[in-house]
Structures are given as C-alpha cells and as structure tokens.
DNA sequence: ATAGCAAATGTTATAATATAACGTAACATA
DNA sequence: TATGTTACGTTATATTATAACATTTGCTAT
C-alpha cells in the first residue's frame, strides 16, 4: 500500500520525468534569455542530464555520458559547465554527496534546504520559512553576515519508509 | 573598538587557546575511557591538532603536521584517525570545506549546526533548538526519517565585522 | 611470561573530485 | 570583416579519500 499522507517533494514513482525536465529546461532557457546569459549547448546538455537524472548526480557521471554522447569531454568541460549553471542558479551543489541537482525555483529568491533520501537516492528541494528564519535569527543574535547556507538532511523518505514496510510484511 | 554586544560561539581573539585545547582533550580522555574505546597516542595527537589550529582543518594538513613531527604518515594513517575522531563524536565534519574540526560537545546528544567565517576561518558550533525544531517539524510533516544533517552557514563573523569596519576608518 | 587473537598502524597503490594554464574556436558587434 | 570577448578543447596536475595487504601493538587467557 502505497501512502498519500504526507506533503512531499520527492516526486513520485509514477510523474512524467519527461514533462518535468523539460518544463525545466523551458524555465531555464527563458531566464537565461532575460538575463542575457548564453545557455550554450554543452550547458544545455548538462543541465539535461542532471534534470534527467532527477536525483544529485556527480560531474564524473555527467561526464561519462558526454563520452557516451561522442563528446570529447575533459573534466573542465563538465565543471565551468556546473559553474555556469551554479552561479545563474539553474543547479544546486550538494555538499554532503559531492553532486548535482537541478534548481526548482531558478530566478526566485528562495532557501535551498536539502532533504535526501539515501535508499533512493533523490533529494527533495524545500523553502521551509521557519527553517529559514531560525537560522537568520541566530546569525542576527550573533552578528553574523550570511553569505551561504548548506542546509542538508539525510535519511529515509515516506515512500521509500512504505516499500520497506512492504517488503518485510 | 571591539563590540562585545553579541553573544556568540565565535572565540574571542584573546581566549587562552592552550587551555582551551587542554580541556577539550581531557574531555575526550575521560569520554574514551568511559566508554571503553582506545584514544591512542595517534588519534590523541591528531585530536589535539585539530583543537590547536581551533578552525576547521583539512585531512592534509594534519598529515603534513605530523609528517613535520617525523612521523611517517600517509593518507590513510590520517583518515584512519579521523574516522576514529568521528565516530566517537569527538570531532565534526564541515562538508562545505572538506575539513574537520573539533566537537565541543562530545558525548553530549546535541545538534551539530555551523556558522563558518570566511574572514577569520573559524567555525561556531551551534546547538539552536529552533533550527533544530525547524528542520525535525519538516522531517515529521513529510514522514521523512532522519539520519545525518548538516547545517553550514558560512558568512562573516561579528568580529571580523567589527575589524573590517575599524580598517575602513 | 607468553601464545593467540583482535585492534591499530604501516605501506603501497589507486580512486574520486576538482582546478590551473594555455591554446583554439565560436559568437557578438562595431 | 576585423576585433574583442566568451566559451570550449586539451594537457597536466592538485586535492581529497579509500582499497588491499603487511606488520606491529596491546589485551586476554592460560
């Protein structure tokens, strides 16, 4: 039995990955005209493949699958292309797993709270407002200037909690 | 002028850090015996590294330091100890460095939350219980179960604030 | 004390992640 | 189309971490 009760954003087993990625390159081709950035090619691909993926994926595995694709791809190919798509916010780096994930409010203003899940490996962008604003609370008490925040949570998601259950009866 | 209007984890520039460093491995003496786990000479040693720098510091400088004392390390001699460090809760990872720094809780259930200066290079070690009751309140709406967190706020610290102002006139 | 075992460390090699430096190609625009 | 800038290719290397196996150390039971 599969559970419904909780609020969520991992994707389900069953969403149209196709749909979402590419609603997520629309996104990401519509903000980088209105900054007057080029989404190259080689960005575009990249950040396809790290939609397609739907979970962190490491720049080693982006760049197995440019060789796969016949691009004579190096490791700087692979990582001024991250860099690129960290700084316009189209992607996210999650530290703990030394991997990618595509951005889900790229151009928005928001907090990027990670929560992972290891059995299937997806990672779960939230915006949670009281996350957010305990943290800029204590750096407010203590006089502290945010640059940047790493805010990642690893554990078990609901689904994956439910096919375990399943599994052992 | 120095500001002392914000209470904070960061230590003061003028703190004893010898008997800071003392402490915290007294600390992990009476922890590891109590527990009945060998702190050896080693992992002593690195331990008190760590405290010594009193900021996150990385696996290869630690082996560098001990390559000065004559100790003929290599990489795993290091990880090895860290591992160690880790598993007994008496030191931390900070992932958006890959460096490691010690815990001023050990054996204490605490929350490990980070504010890291880019300044000074110092690392705060927090245990806020509304970041904490923040992220386990998401945890709970999305049926979510947790594991390992890592909450890393780099910025700039009061103090270094303060001197930067100072400089600037 | 010492034989035997487990834990810790030494040693060599290599994996995984990331960047430096410099040359070439593509693109924008005057 | 000349010109400058941005992106990309290419080679080399830096940085962080682990695998695999040999040796030593220290504990425990006799």
Redesign the pocket.
């Known amino acids: 039995m599969k559970s419904n009760k909780h609020p969520t954003n991992f994707p389900s087993a069953d969403h149209d990955h196709r749909r979402c990625v590419a609603s997520a390159l629309d996104k990401a081709e519509s903000y980088c005209a209105a900054q007057g950035?080029?989404l190259?090619?080689?960005?575009h691909r990249v950040l396809e493949l790290i939609w397609a993926s739907h979970r962190p994926v490491?720049?080693?595995?982006l760049l197995q699958q440019l060789t796969l694709e016949g691009?004579?791809?190096?490791?700087?190919?692979i990582?001024?292309?991250l860099?690129?798509l960290l700084n316009n916010g189209l992607i996210h780096?999650i530290n703990s797993l030394?991997?990618y994930v595509g951005c889900e409010h790229p151009g928005l203003d928001h907090a990027a709270q990670f929560f992972i899940c290891g059995a299937c490996g997806q990672a779960a962008e939230l915006d949670d407002a009281r996350i957010e604003s305990a943290i800029i609370g204590h750096a407010k008490r203590i006089g502290f200037t945010i640059e940047r925040k790493t805010i990642e949570v690893s554990g078990t998601c609901a689904n994956c909690q439910d096919q375990q259950r399943d599994r052992q009866g």
Chains 1, 2 share one sequence.
């Open positions: 950035v080029r190259t090619k080689l960005r490491g720049a080693y595995d691009h004579k791809a190096a490791p700087p190919t990582y001024r292309s860099d690129f780096r030394n991997a």
